[in-house]
């Protein structure tokens, strides 16, 4: 069982919603990550959070809008998204040395555009 | 080039074989080397970290070789449960963690 959880696990939204996607750990890592992944693909890194600042913004639209309430939270705020950016979002945390360490990954969030 | 290349495979094997897989990476100043473990429709789990000095657990050997700048898997004694997609992952210091396109294997019984 994965000790990073998300929600919802399955998102079915239009192209005028607004929608947040959520996740949550408690192992006390510092450091967290949202990872899109479309179908037969890796995983790509969009935004790194380090103690609750933003650390990477890998130029990523504007449409997606990140949150870290506080050190377990880590929100992914959707809003006028397009077909293309259906995918799976992958939340992950790990201790943070400065660096990236072991990465543990929640379950995801599969998320369909219409 | 790609930062971290991975054959695609898939590698189709039966059980009890041999496998290994290899990935090459461009950067010389990258700093920390993994193998994750995905299954279909899950989420990355880490197999292991690999060092210059080898890593082994159970029938699993990681290894790192700087000078060549490639990372391997070996897989010993194939099993049902093996069959997935092995990513090679590589850091480059910050929270920078690039994947690699990851390899897949089906072991066959």
């Known amino acids: 069982d994965t000790e990073v959880t998300q929600t919802p696990k399955h998102l079915v939204m239009g192209m005028t919603n607004k929608k947040s996607l959520k996740c949550e750990q408690h192992?006390?890592?510092?450091?967290m990550y949202w990872y899109k992944q479309k179908a037969k693909k890796p995983p790509e890194l969009m935004f790194v959070?380090?103690?609750?600042?933003?650390?990477i913004n890998e130029s990523v639209p504007s449409r997606f809008s990140p949150e870290c309430p506080n050190s377990s939270l880590l929100n992914l705020h959707l809003h006028a998204l397009q077909p293309e950016d259906s995918a799976l979002y992958l939340c992950?945390?790990?201790?943070?040395?400065?660096?990236?360490?072991?990465?543990?990954f929640g379950s995801g969030t599969q998320l369909s555009v219409l | 080039r790609k930062e971290v290349e991975q054959d695609p495979g898939p590698f189709n094997v039966p059980e009890g074989a041999t496998v290994a897989f290899n990935c090459t990476y461009s950067n010389s100043a990258s700093q920390s080397f993994f193998w994750y473990r995905q299954d279909c429709r899950k989420e990355p789990k880490l197999l292991m970290s690999?060092?210059?000095s080898g890593n082994e657990d159970g029938r699993v050997t990681a290894q790192l070789n700087r000078a060549s700048q490639y990372i391997s898997l070996l897989i010993r004694d194939s099993k049902l449960s093996d069959s997935a997609t092995y990513l090679c992952v590589v850091t480059q210091g910050g929270f920078k963690t690039i994947f690699g396109a990851g390899t897949r294997l089906f072991v066959k019984a």
């Open positions: 992950a945390s790990s201790q943070d040395s400065g660096t990236a360490e072991k990465l543990f």
């Open positions: 690999v060092y210059s």
């Open positions: 192992m006390g890592h510092r450091a």
């Open positions: 959070y380090s103690y609750e600042k933003l650390s």
